[in-house]
């Protein structure tokens, strides 16, 4: 799912750039459907429109026009693209009173760290989030993300994506695929509303992101309800710490080899073939706590794909390895934290977790049915639990 910092830049530069291209491109051919979940027999149809993307924006904003009581319980969300059906958040959700959350605590004599799985995207359905998130914030006095990009402002952002994502050895993005490929590419582009012909100048990751963004979105999910927005949005500036920087990520991503580049993109769509599935498994598995099915589902992925593996591993592995390290010293301050990470951080054998506990600091996962967060904290600082091996 996409980088977080990645998501807002691409977000603020090219969604309107995609909706202005793509307005007389294509014959209308594509329909969402929405419901509101107070009244779910009657439907909000998007009608006839150029691609999913802009059929799903407006089939909700029919449903949230129709529903602005503001007393009015529940929630607009997707049920249909074209004739993909679409899965509501209530069956993403887990089904079970005990079950264990992205989330864990690390406690030393001095500090607490809560370190929680995110996903960038989610639908309103998703939300409340279970309350064990929300006290862990709560109980902490710093906010960890990724990147803050907050602290830069929009041209400062817009002139660093500029330079790592365009192309430098080539003019033109589709010299680098062959006629098949990028045939393939434009047809599912088209599909979602990514302004391919706009994007030429650029390196194929940002095709991959963009389109990895308007197809999530046409299914429903909202970058403004990601799991960093929401906790974000109630922290005082000052409060925000990072794990990485802006250059770094934008490093990670476009500085690949060419190679790299289409071979992920190529893979991208060749899941949107079946998006719906992919989607809802990945978030399913968040909402669920099942980082198993979270590692799975990314190995699924790559395959026995040397490149997409390869890209996994400097993009996830070597990238925890920065980031537990940074996570490590926190718990040798007086400060407690609240570190919100993608939630494919968190999961596989190679995770942060991991890592962690390979370098002698072991934590506790949080489950659904631990309502008290702070007495079990204070308990848990009583048995001084290992601290960091300097």
Known sequence: MLNHSLDKIIRNSLVLASLLFSSNALAATHESIAIHTAQPSFEYASGQQQNRFVAALKAKNKCKAANIEPKRQGYCELVRMDDVPVTPASELKPNTERYPLFLWRFVSDTSTVYIAGSLHLLKEGLYPLPNQYEQAFNLTSKLVLEVNTDQLSPTEIYAKTQTAARLTEQRYLRESFSAQDYSRLAQTA???????????????????????????????????????????????????????????????????????????????????DAIETVASRLVQAWATGDDATMASLITEQNGDSKLLNDFSKQLLDNRNEGMSKKIAGYLNTNESYFVLVGAAHLAGPNSIIKLL??????????????????????????????????
């Open 190 to 272: 088209a599909l979602y509303g990514v302004p391919l012909q706009a994007l030429q100048s650029y390196k194929p990751a940002m095709v991959y992101t963009q389109l990895s963004l308007m197809g999530f979105v046409a299914l429903g999910y909202e970058p403004d309800l990601g799991v960093e927005e929401h906790f974000s949005k109630n922290t005082p500036p000052q409060d925000i710490l990072q794990l990485e920087s802006l250059d770094l990520q934008l490093s990670f991503l476009f500085a690949q080899s060419m190679e790299t580049q289409i071979a992920v993109l190529m893979d991208t769509v060749k899941q949107f």
């Open 357 to 390: 506990e390979k370098s002698g600091i072991y934590g506790e996962r949080i489950y659904s049915d631990q309502f008290d967060l702070l007495t079990t904290s204070l308990i848990q600082k009583k048995k001084k639990l290992p601290k960091h091996n300097e």
